[in-house]
């Protein structure tokens, strides 16, 4: 149980195109999930907090009009890196939280994406 | 700023020894410990979570947890080449996001 997907696993596209990352919890209801970002040899740095109903919460640095996150549901938030440049080029992460109560303050990780932008 | 600090390594240990990896935090009232593993172009994978002070055993990893002196840290038992991977410890504020280490990475010789 508590399977995390995520879709594309890897996108290519060119410098200004929107790109569309799915992340959806395949088992279990999330109320909250989260956006991470790890560029190569990096650690992963959270970039916003996604609450299903309500408007994402995005750490500070992070463009939340470049990086617009949607969580309309209990089992999927999609981030979409609008306009991409070539220095948004990095392996993007999902991770929910299970809020029934077996394991409530595990987070489960997505595979991730690795976005390219040419 | 909450910041939790490692050693990036790397670790060198050979096959069959003890590999230790460390980790400091700076917010005293985190209250809930992860350690992770990830291997090169991966997503994390769970290792242990600890709460409380002292030692939790799970097979070959202990996690070992002193509040007091905000440190946590990971002993691999018996250590395989296949645990060579980046162990990333994370630690949870009280809004349940986690604040990641910049890693420690882990080369076993066979």
């Known amino acids: 149980g508590a399977v995390v997907s995520q879709h594309p696993s890897r996108v290519i596209c060119k410098s200004g195109t929107s790109v569309k990352i799915e992340c959806r919890s395949l088992d279990f209801q999330a109320t909250t999930m989260f956006w991470y970002r790890q560029f190569p040899k990096k650690s992963l740095m959270l970039m916003a907090t996604s609450n299903e109903g309500s408007k994402a919460t995005y750490e500070q640095g992070v463009e939340k009009d470049k990086f617009l996150i949607n969580h309309a549901s209990l089992t999927l938030s999609t981030l979409t890196v609008t306009s991409a440049h070539p220095e948004d080029s990095s392996f993007y992460i999902c991770?929910?939280?299970?809020?029934?109560?077996?394991?409530?303050?595990?987070?489960?990780f997505g595979p991730g994406t690795r976005l390219t932008v040419l | 700023q909450k910041e939790v600090e490692q050693n990036s390594g790397p670790l060198s240990v050979p096959e069959g020894a003890i590999a230790s990896l460390n980790c400091t935090y700076s917010?005293?009232?985190?209250?809930?410990f992860f350690w992770y593993r990830q291997y090169s172009g991966k997503s994390p994978e769970l290792i242990m979570f600890?709460?409380?002070?002292g030692d939790k055993e799970d097979g070959r990893f202990t996690a070992q947890l002193n509040k007091a002196s905000q440190y946590v840290s990971l002993l691999i038992r018996d250590s395989q080449p296949s645990d060579s991977a980046t162990y990333l410890c994370?630690?949870?504020?009280?809004?349940?996001?986690?604040?990641f280490g910049s890693g420690t990475r882990l080369l076993v010789r066979p």
């Open positions: 600890i709460y409380s002070n």
């Open positions: 991770s929910a939280r299970e809020t029934s109560g077996r394991s409530y303050n595990e987070q489960f």
């Open positions: 917010d005293r009232g985190s209250q809930s």
């Open positions: 994370a630690v949870m504020d009280s809004s349940y996001k986690l604040i």
